[in-house]
Nanobody, 113 residues
Framework: QVQLVESGGGLVQPGGSLRLSCIAS????????MGWYRQTPGKERELVAT???????SYADSVKGRFTIIRDNVKSTVSLQMNNLKPEDTAVYYC???????WGQGTQVTVSS
């Protein structure tokens, strides 16, 4: 059974930082593409960042230079370091495995003063 458990969301002021983490089980993590998506009410879930392997990642244009996806194949974790957060980054963030095949429960990130 595949499980993805996220943590680390919360409220932060504009310009601040947050780190989201996702622990995966039930999959061969080291060969699995992992990603972070986000969704706001009334909008489709959008891709934020993906990692297909150590040091191999891609980002949405809106987060390039501010967000970093980090995977640890030993601990089966994938994290999203978010810096210089903006109000438009407010969303529920989801960890995903194998593209959109498996999802975590989501964690709320709110950027507001």
């Amino acid at each position: 059974q595949v499980q993805l458990v996220e943590s680390g969301g919360g409220l932060v002021q504009p310009g601040g930082s947050l780190r989201l983490s996702c622990i995966a089980s039930g999959i061969p993590f080291e060969i699995t593409t992992m990603g972070w998506y986000r969704q706001t009410p009334g909008k489709e879930r959008e891709l934020v960042a993906t990692s297909v392997g150590i040091g191999i990642s891609s980002y949405a244009d809106s987060v390039k230079g501010r967000f970093t996806i980090i995977r640890d194949n030993v601990k089966s974790t994938v994290s999203l370091q978010m810096n210089n957060l903006k109000p438009e980054d407010t969303a529920v963030y989801y960890c995903a495995a194998r593209g959109r095949e498996y999802w975590g429960q989501g964690t709320q990130v709110t950027v507001s003063s």
